[in-house]
């Protein structure tokens, strides 16, 4: 079993408060588009065969491709790796790239999961982000996507929006579980040090985020989603039951997977490796990474105590030693008789309330 990701760094604009590495034009799109090629045919000996079971497009904003252009990286990914005929193949999409022929046209690629980012229902919080489109687009790519075929859809929501409040916010909640969309991506607006928006805010031209709101916004969500039906299965990710994100769960679970492209990260297991942030970020500006055993320890521990499936104590003895596994036992006491975590058989997880700390949490048992 194992992924593959593909970074596609183009966007017909940069929202504010984007820290990813993506470029507002498409100027050089034919060039990195033949870069992307090759390195998928270069790099088709990194996952050693083993059957691809996910795909997945991110950027950037991968459906600024034409259907064209990604028919054609879907062939080469077809002639150099075997993609299970069941895998999950996932491509994030903006509202105002999307038409209902072009979404008939993914349909028709394979793709089967489409990640829409929608990030509000409401047009002074997408003014504040500088998105592109409207509270209207946002609703109707929703129901162009059901219209075109897409069962498998998920919605990104930000909250923590000094343009919103809590009542809003239970507004834009309301949208989503009224939609009967399977999954939601929901995450606190955070200020990366070279967003645009964090420049906007130093400057006095932008309202400043307040983290108690955030907080606030993310105890509504959490009961909300509960109350619809939705598990709560990683920190940022909600789902109906089954409906999670098999890609990204991958990660947590510690598959290899191949990262194409600009700034894209592959783990073969062993080693992590990850592209250049440019566009020739491909497999010939690569910088390697071989794991110690306290690294994979560490980095197993901070990723599934993030998720409704905890730490895996026997996974850590088998996979890791009895070290390992018997000092992570030791380490989770004291947070157990806190009330910090729990122990059922031989897992661990945060206990109810908890999420908004499981990184200090994770510290905690890190060797």
């Known amino acids: 079993m194992s992924g593959i990701y593909l970074h596609i760094p183009f966007c017909l604009s940069k929202c504010a408060y984007c820290g990813f590495f993506s470029v507002p034009s498409v100027k050089h799109k034919a060039a990195f588009l033949e870069v992307l090629r090759q390195e998928i045919i270069q790099r088709k000996d990194y996952l050693h065969g083993e059957k691809v079971e996910t795909v997945y497009f991110g950027g950037g904003t991968p459906s600024i491709l034409t259907i064209e252009e990604l028919q054609a990286i879907f062939k080469v990914l077809r002639d150099n790796y075997e993609i299970d005929p069941k895998a999950e193949i996932t491509l994030e999409a903006n509202p105002d790239t999307l038409s209902l022929e072009y979404l008939e046209g993914l349909r028709s690629l394979g793709v089967n999961r489409l990640s829409i980012g929608i990030q509000s229902f409401f047009d002074n919080d997408l003014k504040y982000l500088s998105r592109k489109h409207n509270a209207e687009h946002a609703q109707q790519c929703v129901k162009m996507a059901k219209d075109a075929g897409f069962s498998n859809i998920s919605l990104d929501l930000i909250y923590g929006l000094p343009t919103s409040d809590a009542a809003q916010w239970n507004r834009n909640l309301d949208l989503f579980f009224e939609m009967d969309i399977p999954h939601l991506s929901a995450y606190a607006l955070t200020l990366e ?46 789902c109906k039951p089954g409906m999670h994100s098999r890609h990204n769960a991958s990660y947590w679970f510690g598959t290899p997977y191949a990262g194409f492209g600009s700034s894209a990260h592959s783990y073969d297991g062993t080693s992590r490796q990850w592209n250049s942030a440019s566009l020739a970020g491909d497999a010939s500006s690569v910088t390697r990474e071989t794991l110690t055993p306290e690294q994979k320890y560490n980095e197993y521990v901070m990723l599934r105590l993030r998720t409704m499936w905890g730490i895996d104590l026997k996974y850590l003895k088998r996979e890791m030693g009895e070290r390992f596994s018997s000092y992570c036992e030791q380490q989770a006491q004291p947070l157990i008789a806190q009330g910090r975590l729990s122990q059922t058989r031989e897992f661990l997880y945060l206990t109810d309330g908890q999420m908004l700390f499981a990184d200090g949490i994770a510290e905690e048992l890190f060797y």
């Open 193 to 238: 040090p070279n967003a645009i928006l964090t420049k906007l805010i130093e400057q006095g031209k932008a309202a400043p985020v307040n983290e108690d709101d955030a907080v606030r916004d993310y105890e509504i969500l959490c009961r909300r989603a509960a109350e619809n039906g939705y598990l709560h299965y990683e920190i940022s990710n909600f």
